[in-house]
Protein backbone atom coordinates (compact mmCIF):
# COMPACT_ATOMS: atom_id res chain seq x y z
CA UNK A 1 0.00 0.00 0.00
CA UNK A 2 2.53 2.38 1.00
CA UNK A 3 4.27 1.83 -2.73
CA UNK A 4 1.29 2.34 -4.45
CA UNK A 5 0.75 5.79 -2.79
CA UNK A 6 4.39 6.80 -3.39
CA UNK A 7 3.91 5.85 -7.11
CA UNK A 8 0.33 7.86 -6.86
CA UNK A 9 1.54 10.68 -5.64
CA UNK A 10 4.55 10.88 -8.12
CA UNK A 11 2.13 10.52 -10.64
CA UNK A 12 0.23 12.88 -9.23
CA UNK A 13 2.86 15.67 -9.60
CA UNK A 14 4.93 14.48 -12.75
CA UNK A 15 0.58 15.38 -14.21
CA UNK A 16 0.17 18.65 -12.61
CA UNK A 17 4.33 19.85 -13.39
CA UNK A 18 3.60 18.89 -17.45
CA UNK A 19 0.49 20.63 -17.06
CA UNK A 20 2.03 23.63 -15.76
CA UNK A 21 4.57 23.65 -18.52
CA UNK A 22 2.47 23.43 -21.37
CA UNK A 23 0.48 26.30 -19.90
CA UNK A 24 3.75 27.79 -19.68
CA UNK A 25 5.10 26.79 -22.98
CA UNK A 26 3.34 29.06 -25.70
CA UNK A 27 5.28 31.68 -27.71
CA UNK A 28 4.22 33.67 -30.85
CA UNK A 29 4.55 31.36 -33.84
CA UNK A 30 2.91 33.45 -36.88
CA UNK A 31 1.88 36.51 -37.92
CA UNK A 32 -0.64 36.97 -41.01
CA UNK A 33 -1.34 40.41 -42.64
CA UNK A 34 -4.37 40.80 -44.20
CA UNK A 35 -4.63 44.87 -44.29
CA UNK A 36 -8.34 46.54 -44.64
CA UNK A 37 -10.09 49.49 -43.20
CA UNK A 38 -12.46 49.60 -40.03
CA UNK A 39 -12.46 48.47 -36.82
CA UNK A 40 -12.92 44.81 -35.55
CA UNK A 41 -14.03 42.96 -32.69
CA UNK A 42 -14.82 39.21 -31.98
CA UNK A 43 -12.74 36.13 -33.32
CA UNK A 44 -14.60 32.90 -34.46
CA UNK A 45 -13.35 30.05 -35.49
CA UNK A 46 -14.35 27.40 -37.41
CA UNK A 47 -11.19 24.65 -36.43
CA UNK A 48 -12.58 21.87 -38.79
CA UNK A 49 -13.15 24.10 -42.20
CA UNK A 50 -9.79 25.68 -40.98
CA UNK A 51 -11.87 29.40 -40.93
CA UNK A 52 -10.93 32.46 -39.06
CA UNK A 53 -13.63 34.65 -39.11
CA UNK A 54 -13.31 38.14 -38.17
CA UNK A 55 -16.20 40.92 -37.20
CA UNK A 56 -14.99 44.08 -39.29
CA UNK A 57 -17.14 46.48 -39.42
CA UNK A 58 -19.39 46.62 -42.52
CA UNK A 59 -17.67 43.31 -43.51
CA UNK A 60 -16.81 39.36 -42.18
CA UNK A 61 -13.07 38.85 -43.30
CA UNK A 62 -12.80 34.79 -43.55
CA UNK A 63 -9.20 33.68 -43.21
CA UNK A 64 -7.68 30.77 -43.57
CA UNK A 65 -6.07 29.26 -40.91
CA UNK A 66 -3.75 26.96 -42.43
CA UNK A 67 -2.31 29.33 -44.82
CA UNK A 68 -3.37 32.96 -43.20
CA UNK A 69 -4.65 33.88 -46.46
CA UNK A 70 -7.95 35.65 -46.75
CA UNK A 71 -10.47 33.54 -48.59
CA UNK A 72 -13.36 36.10 -48.95
CA UNK A 73 -15.41 38.33 -47.05
CA UNK A 74 -19.41 38.49 -46.11
CA UNK A 75 -20.24 41.82 -47.42
CA UNK A 76 -22.90 44.16 -45.99
CA UNK A 77 -22.73 44.03 -42.37
CA UNK A 78 -23.43 47.48 -40.55
CA UNK A 79 -21.64 47.75 -37.19
CA UNK A 80 -20.53 44.09 -37.13
CA UNK A 81 -19.69 42.68 -33.62
CA UNK A 82 -19.99 38.76 -33.49
CA UNK A 83 -20.15 35.81 -36.20
CA UNK A 84 -21.65 32.80 -34.83
CA UNK A 85 -20.94 29.50 -37.26
CA UNK A 86 -23.56 26.69 -37.26
CA UNK A 87 -22.06 24.19 -39.98
CA UNK A 88 -24.99 21.48 -39.64
CA UNK A 89 -27.36 24.23 -40.63
CA UNK A 90 -24.54 25.45 -44.00
CA UNK A 91 -24.89 29.23 -42.31
CA UNK A 92 -23.25 31.41 -40.11
CA UNK A 93 -24.67 34.64 -38.57
CA UNK A 94 -23.31 38.29 -37.51
CA UNK A 95 -24.85 40.99 -35.62
CA UNK A 96 -25.37 44.23 -36.73
CA UNK A 97 -24.53 46.70 -33.88
CA UNK A 98 -25.59 49.80 -35.76
CA UNK A 99 -28.38 48.35 -37.62
CA UNK A 100 -30.40 46.23 -34.93
CA UNK A 101 -30.13 43.54 -36.61
CA UNK A 102 -28.56 40.31 -37.39
CA UNK A 103 -27.73 38.93 -40.85
CA UNK A 104 -27.32 35.10 -41.74
CA UNK A 105 -25.15 34.15 -44.64
CA UNK A 106 -24.26 31.21 -46.51
CA UNK A 107 -20.92 29.32 -45.52
CA UNK A 108 -19.87 28.06 -48.61
CA UNK A 109 -20.27 31.52 -50.33
CA UNK A 110 -20.47 33.78 -47.78
CA UNK A 111 -23.23 35.25 -49.50
CA UNK A 112 -25.20 37.26 -47.03
CA UNK A 113 -29.49 36.81 -46.68
CA UNK A 114 -31.83 39.39 -45.88
CA UNK A 115 -31.16 40.87 -42.13
CA UNK A 116 -32.96 39.72 -39.30
CA UNK A 117 -34.63 42.56 -37.50
CA UNK A 118 -34.87 42.46 -33.88
CA UNK A 119 -36.44 44.25 -30.88
CA UNK A 120 -32.83 44.91 -28.84
CA UNK A 121 -30.70 47.59 -29.73
CA UNK A 122 -27.39 47.31 -30.34
CA UNK A 123 -26.64 43.51 -30.50
CA UNK A 124 -23.24 42.91 -29.83
CA UNK A 125 -22.57 39.23 -28.31
CA UNK A 126 -24.28 36.30 -29.52
CA UNK A 127 -23.60 32.71 -28.91
CA UNK A 128 -26.02 29.36 -30.22
CA UNK A 129 -27.46 27.24 -27.38
CA UNK A 130 -28.12 23.72 -27.87
CA UNK A 131 -30.36 23.20 -25.32
CA UNK A 132 -32.89 25.66 -27.02
CA UNK A 133 -31.67 25.33 -30.41
CA UNK A 134 -31.64 28.85 -30.74
CA UNK A 135 -29.20 32.10 -31.21
CA UNK A 136 -29.26 34.69 -28.51
CA UNK A 137 -28.15 37.97 -29.23
CA UNK A 138 -27.10 40.16 -26.01
CA UNK A 139 -27.70 43.85 -26.28
CA UNK A 140 -25.80 46.59 -25.01
CA UNK A 141 -27.80 49.44 -25.79
CA UNK A 142 -31.02 48.30 -24.22
CA UNK A 143 -29.80 45.70 -21.54
CA UNK A 144 -31.46 43.19 -23.09
CA UNK A 145 -31.49 39.45 -24.93
CA UNK A 146 -32.78 38.53 -27.78
CA UNK A 147 -34.22 35.12 -29.14
CA UNK A 148 -33.65 34.08 -32.81
CA UNK A 149 -34.91 30.65 -34.23
CA UNK A 150 -31.81 29.97 -36.62
CA UNK A 151 -33.92 28.09 -38.94
CA UNK A 152 -37.50 30.58 -39.41
CA UNK A 153 -34.81 33.29 -39.11
CA UNK A 154 -37.39 35.22 -36.99
CA UNK A 155 -36.79 36.51 -33.48
CA UNK A 156 -39.28 34.52 -31.09
CA UNK A 157 -38.42 36.36 -27.32
CA UNK A 158 -36.30 38.32 -24.98
CA UNK A 159 -35.14 38.70 -21.89
CA UNK A 160 -34.89 41.74 -20.02
CA UNK A 161 -31.28 42.43 -18.14
CA UNK A 162 -30.40 44.85 -15.38
CA UNK A 163 -27.06 46.36 -16.73
CA UNK A 164 -25.28 46.60 -19.96
CA UNK A 165 -24.34 42.91 -21.57
CA UNK A 166 -21.22 41.94 -23.02
CA UNK A 167 -20.02 39.08 -23.50
CA UNK A 168 -21.71 35.71 -23.01
CA UNK A 169 -21.42 31.99 -22.74
CA UNK A 170 -24.12 29.10 -23.02
CA UNK A 171 -23.08 25.55 -20.71
CA UNK A 172 -25.56 23.90 -23.10
CA UNK A 173 -27.36 22.62 -20.31
CA UNK A 174 -30.29 25.65 -20.45
CA UNK A 175 -28.10 28.36 -18.74
CA UNK A 176 -26.77 31.21 -20.07
CA UNK A 177 -24.48 33.46 -18.60
CA UNK A 178 -23.56 36.93 -19.51
CA UNK A 179 -20.88 39.93 -18.33
CA UNK A 180 -22.67 42.88 -17.11
CA UNK A 181 -20.48 45.46 -17.60
CA UNK A 182 -21.59 48.32 -16.35
CA UNK A 183 -22.38 46.62 -12.55
CA UNK A 184 -19.65 44.13 -12.27
CA UNK A 185 -21.64 41.74 -12.53
CA UNK A 186 -22.86 38.07 -13.60
CA UNK A 187 -25.99 37.81 -14.90
CA UNK A 188 -27.70 34.23 -14.99
CA UNK A 189 -30.64 33.51 -17.47
CA UNK A 190 -32.91 29.85 -18.00
CA UNK A 191 -32.30 29.74 -21.64
CA UNK A 192 -35.61 27.48 -21.72
CA UNK A 193 -37.91 29.40 -19.45
CA UNK A 194 -36.59 32.56 -21.12
CA UNK A 195 -35.70 34.79 -17.73
CA UNK A 196 -33.32 36.04 -15.36
CA UNK A 197 -32.68 33.73 -12.71
CA UNK A 198 -29.26 35.41 -10.67
CA UNK A 199 -27.03 38.58 -10.55
CA UNK A 200 -23.22 38.04 -9.05
CA UNK A 201 -20.94 40.22 -8.03
CA UNK A 202 -17.61 40.32 -9.98
CA UNK A 203 -15.77 42.45 -6.99
CA UNK A 204 -12.70 43.97 -7.42
CA UNK A 205 -13.24 43.49 -11.07
CA UNK A 206 -14.09 46.53 -12.99
CA UNK A 207 -15.70 46.76 -16.20
CA UNK A 208 -15.86 43.23 -17.15
CA UNK A 209 -15.68 42.15 -20.98
CA UNK A 210 -14.96 38.85 -22.19
CA UNK A 211 -16.52 35.69 -20.78
CA UNK A 212 -14.82 31.81 -21.17
CA UNK A 213 -16.45 28.88 -19.35
CA UNK A 214 -15.21 25.53 -18.24
CA UNK A 215 -18.45 23.31 -18.80
CA UNK A 216 -16.85 20.48 -17.12
CA UNK A 217 -15.66 21.96 -13.79
CA UNK A 218 -18.57 24.75 -13.80
CA UNK A 219 -16.00 27.58 -14.09
CA UNK A 220 -16.69 31.28 -15.28
CA UNK A 221 -13.80 33.00 -16.46
CA UNK A 222 -14.34 36.89 -16.72
CA UNK A 223 -11.63 39.56 -17.59
CA UNK A 224 -12.08 43.33 -16.18
CA UNK A 225 -10.71 46.73 -17.50
CA UNK A 226 -8.78 46.60 -14.41
CA UNK A 227 -6.03 44.24 -14.91
CA UNK A 228 -8.11 41.29 -13.05
CA UNK A 229 -9.52 37.98 -13.83
CA UNK A 230 -12.29 36.70 -11.87
CA UNK A 231 -13.38 33.21 -11.15
CA UNK A 232 -16.71 31.97 -10.23
CA UNK A 233 -18.59 28.72 -9.45
CA UNK A 234 -21.59 28.82 -12.57
CA UNK A 235 -23.88 26.57 -9.95
CA UNK A 236 -23.88 29.41 -7.46
CA UNK A 237 -21.82 32.50 -8.09
CA UNK A 238 -19.37 31.88 -5.51
CA UNK A 239 -15.98 33.30 -6.42
CA UNK A 240 -13.69 30.93 -6.29
CA UNK A 241 -9.94 32.95 -8.06
CA UNK A 242 -8.72 36.39 -8.89
CA UNK A 243 -5.86 36.66 -10.78
CA UNK A 244 -4.13 39.44 -11.88
CA UNK A 245 -3.58 39.81 -15.73
CA UNK A 246 -3.05 42.89 -18.87
CA UNK A 247 -5.26 45.90 -18.90
CA UNK A 248 -7.66 46.44 -20.93
CA UNK A 249 -8.96 43.07 -22.28
CA UNK A 250 -11.80 42.70 -24.58
CA UNK A 251 -11.53 38.56 -24.59
CA UNK A 252 -11.33 35.40 -22.62
CA UNK A 253 -10.42 31.80 -23.63
CA UNK A 254 -10.05 28.52 -22.20
CA UNK A 255 -8.36 25.58 -23.35
CA UNK A 256 -9.87 22.03 -20.94
CA UNK A 257 -6.87 20.29 -23.22
CA UNK A 258 -4.28 21.76 -21.58
CA UNK A 259 -6.04 23.44 -18.78
CA UNK A 260 -5.21 27.02 -19.56
CA UNK A 261 -6.96 30.35 -19.45
CA UNK A 262 -6.20 33.46 -21.46
CA UNK A 263 -6.99 37.07 -21.27
CA UNK A 264 -5.98 39.06 -24.53
CA UNK A 265 -4.86 42.59 -23.34
CA UNK A 266 -5.25 45.82 -25.34
CA UNK A 267 -1.70 46.43 -23.60
CA UNK A 268 0.35 44.31 -26.04
CA UNK A 269 0.05 40.89 -24.07
CA UNK A 270 -1.95 37.97 -23.84
CA UNK A 271 -2.16 36.02 -20.00
CA UNK A 272 -1.84 32.90 -19.78
CA UNK A 273 -3.14 31.00 -16.62
CA UNK A 274 -2.75 27.31 -15.66
CA UNK A 275 -5.51 25.48 -14.33
CA UNK A 276 -4.26 23.39 -11.40
CA UNK A 277 -7.74 22.32 -10.72
CA UNK A 278 -11.24 23.87 -10.67
CA UNK A 279 -10.53 26.06 -7.50
CA UNK A 280 -6.62 27.07 -7.87
CA UNK A 281 -4.64 29.17 -10.71
CA UNK A 282 -1.86 30.71 -11.38
CA UNK A 283 -0.26 33.36 -13.87
CA UNK A 284 2.49 31.39 -15.62
CA UNK A 285 3.11 34.17 -18.54
CA UNK A 286 2.07 37.73 -19.74
CA UNK A 287 3.33 36.74 -23.75
CA UNK A 288 3.95 39.96 -25.60
CA UNK A 289 1.80 39.75 -28.49
CA UNK A 290 1.26 43.46 -30.44
CA UNK A 291 -0.50 46.78 -29.17
CA UNK A 292 -4.20 46.19 -29.04
CA UNK A 293 -4.35 42.87 -29.64
CA UNK A 294 -7.51 42.48 -27.76
CA UNK A 295 -9.52 40.21 -29.03
CA UNK A 296 -9.08 36.03 -29.92
CA UNK A 297 -10.55 32.66 -30.39
CA UNK A 298 -9.23 29.57 -29.13
CA UNK A 299 -8.90 26.53 -31.06
CA UNK A 300 -9.06 23.17 -28.49
CA UNK A 301 -7.91 21.22 -31.29
CA UNK A 302 -4.28 22.37 -31.90
CA UNK A 303 -3.95 24.64 -28.61
CA UNK A 304 -3.02 27.51 -30.61
CA UNK A 305 -4.82 31.25 -29.89
CA UNK A 306 -5.79 33.55 -33.02
CA UNK A 307 -5.79 37.45 -31.87
CA UNK A 308 -6.48 40.40 -34.24
CA UNK A 309 -4.39 43.40 -34.08
CA UNK A 310 -4.30 46.74 -36.24
CA UNK A 311 -0.21 46.22 -36.46
CA UNK A 312 0.95 42.72 -36.81
CA UNK A 313 4.49 43.54 -38.34
CA UNK A 314 6.73 43.93 -35.43
CA UNK A 315 7.49 47.51 -35.75
CA UNK A 316 6.10 48.92 -38.47
CA UNK A 317 3.20 52.13 -37.84
CA UNK A 318 0.12 50.56 -37.46
CA UNK A 319 -1.80 51.27 -40.89
CA UNK A 320 -4.30 50.14 -43.04
CA UNK A 321 -2.08 47.36 -45.03
CA UNK A 322 -0.88 46.41 -41.51
CA UNK A 323 -4.18 45.35 -39.56
CA UNK A 324 -3.68 40.87 -39.12
CA UNK A 325 -3.44 38.19 -37.32
CA UNK A 326 -1.48 37.06 -34.67
CA UNK A 327 -0.91 32.82 -33.81
CA UNK A 328 0.49 31.48 -30.54
CA UNK A 329 0.94 28.28 -29.93
CA UNK A 330 3.73 25.71 -27.93
CA UNK A 331 7.31 25.58 -29.13
Known amino acids: ?17 LATASSANYTLLERH ?26 RVMVMDTQSGKLVGEVPGANGAHRVVILPDQHQGFV ?16 KPFPAIAISGKDPDAMLFDLATAKLWTFNGHSNSASVIDPVSRKETGSVALPGKPEFAVTDDRGHLYVNLEDMAQIAE ?3 KEGKLLATWS ?8 GLAIDVAHQRLFSVCANQKMVVLDATNGHQVSVQTIGSDPDAAGYDAGTAT ?4 NADGTLTIIHQADADHYSVVANLATATNARTLAVD ?3 HRVYLAAPDVTAGAKASQGTFGVLVVGAR
Open 261 to 264: VFSS
Open 33 to 58: VLGGAGKWDYLTLDSAAQRLYIARGD
Open 300 to 302: TRS
Open 1 to 17: MKRFLITAIALAATTAC
Open 189 to 191: IDA
Open 95 to 110: TNGHANSVTPFDLATL
Open 202 to 209: LAPCEGPT
